[in-house]
């Protein structure tokens, strides 16, 4: 995978948003110069390229449904996960989220395989995981804290 588009309200606040969250200056809003029509998506967007590469931008919703052809679900229907090293870390990236603007869920907590995870919602109501993977290596080998 690549790049991670969102749909998005307001492509202004989400690249604000976005910018304080990842930490990183991202393009900026482009592509106003293309406006929508009635029938054809405009081009405007703001995109975010991570330190491994991935492209995170957010585009108009109304933008991409016309671009796809397809009527957008209105709640969250995946997450968005984001791994750190430590419990010290994925609060840090809460307390960063919250600092943004985002809305903050439950309290992060520790499962019971050990793994350490808290939720928010961005200004648009994209599910964020933040988690802390104790000892590192594959998610899927967590073991429970004991």
Known sequence: MHAITLAVADVARSAEFYRALLGVDGSGVIGTEYPATATEAGGTTAMFTLDDGLIV??????????????????????????????????NAFLERARAAGATMLAPPYTRPWGMYSGFFQDPD??????????????????????
């Open 125 to 146: 109501g994209h599910l964020w995981e933040v988690v802390a993977n104790p000892g590192g290596g594959d998610p899927a080998d967590a073991s429970p804290a004991g």
């Open 57 to 90: 931008s957010v585009y108009g919703r109304d933008d991409m449904a016309k671009d796809s052809g397809v009527e957008l679900a209105v709640g969250p229907s995946a997450t968005i996960g984001h791994f750190v090293d430590s419990q010290t870390d994925a």
